[in-house]
């Protein structure tokens, strides 16, 4: 049973489009972090969001923490080829707790 | 932040054999973590590597099969035992900068196929 579902589990888009990806838990988080892996490489820190209820933007990406901290979102807006990846939500505590991941591919 | 090498960072083995990946870090860090994800894939942890102690292994890994050495703050090893082509994965090392709640810096990952 994995701590933290994502959904979707893969996504396919044109380029332009927008789209959410759902990290949500039963549990209640003191933060959650996003993190981008892309083919070959490890994954990188995208934002870590501690307060309920707090959105937080990185360009074309907008990340909101639920206001009860057992769910996060992130929105991209007009998906570029570049945004393609493996994107990760996790949980900081002794050890790390990753999401199942939710597989993007923007197509040209 | 830190900067993170893994070798190798891909390997096609023979099964039986051993392989042993290393990971070192451009800066001191005392926690340092192994995980394993099939591509596509989420990750799984391996184990967390403490310098000065013995590692500690989550469920279903144990240290016959992933045995792991961590000599210092800066360097640590995972070895994949005996392996089978169900060892065929992305194995990666990351490291915890300071504290709890920080971000992990990972490695590039080693690529791994059993034949």
């Known amino acids: 049973t994995q701590l933290l579902e994502q959904s979707p589990q893969f996504l396919s888009i044109q380029e332009g489009e927008n789209l959410t990806v759902y990290c ?4 209640v988080f003191s933060s959650l972090q996003w993190y981008r892996q892309e083919p070959g490489e ?6 870590t969001v501690v307060t309920g209820g707090e959105v937080k ?15 996060s979102s992130l929105h991209i807006t007009a998906a570029q080829p570049g945004d393609t990846g493996l994107y990760l939500c996790a949980f900081p505590f002794n050890k790390f707790y990753f999401g199942s991941g939710t597989k993007l591919n923007v197509k040209p | ?19 042993t990946i290393q990971c ?4 001191q860090v005392t926690m340092m973590f192994w995980y394993r994800q099939q591509p596509g894939q989420s990750l799984t942890l391996i184990a967390t590597a403490n310098q000065g102690s013995e590692a500690t292994y989550e ?16 360097f640590s090893t995972l070895t994949v035992s ?9 194995y ?3 490291v915890e900068l300071t504290g709890k709640g920080q971000p992990q810096h990972f490695g590039d990952g080693t690529r791994l196929s059993i034949l």
Do not use: H, W, Y
């Not at chain 1, 949500?24 to 549990?27: A, R």
């Not at chain 2, 070192?24 to 800066?27: A, G, H, K, L, W």
């Not at chain 2, 469920?59 to 800066?74: Q, W, Y």
């Open chain 1, 24 to 27: 949500n838990s039963s549990s």
């Open chain 1, 42 to 47: 490890g994954p990188v820190l995208l934002v």
């Open chain 1, 57 to 71: 933007k990185l360009k074309r990406l907008t990340f909101q923490f639920g206001d009860a901290r057992k769910d």
């Open chain 2, 1 to 19: 932040s830190a900067v993170i090498s893994q070798k190798p960072s891909r390997d096609i083995c023979q099964r039986g054999t051993s392989l």
């Open chain 2, 24 to 27: 070192q870090v451009d800066s």
């Open chain 2, 59 to 74: 469920s279903g890994f144990v240290i016959d099969k992933f045995p792991i050495s961590r000599p210092n703050l800066t």
């Open chain 2, 82 to 90: 005996n392996m089978s082509p169900e060892d065929s994965s992305i």
């Open chain 2, 92 to 94: 990666l090392c990351s």
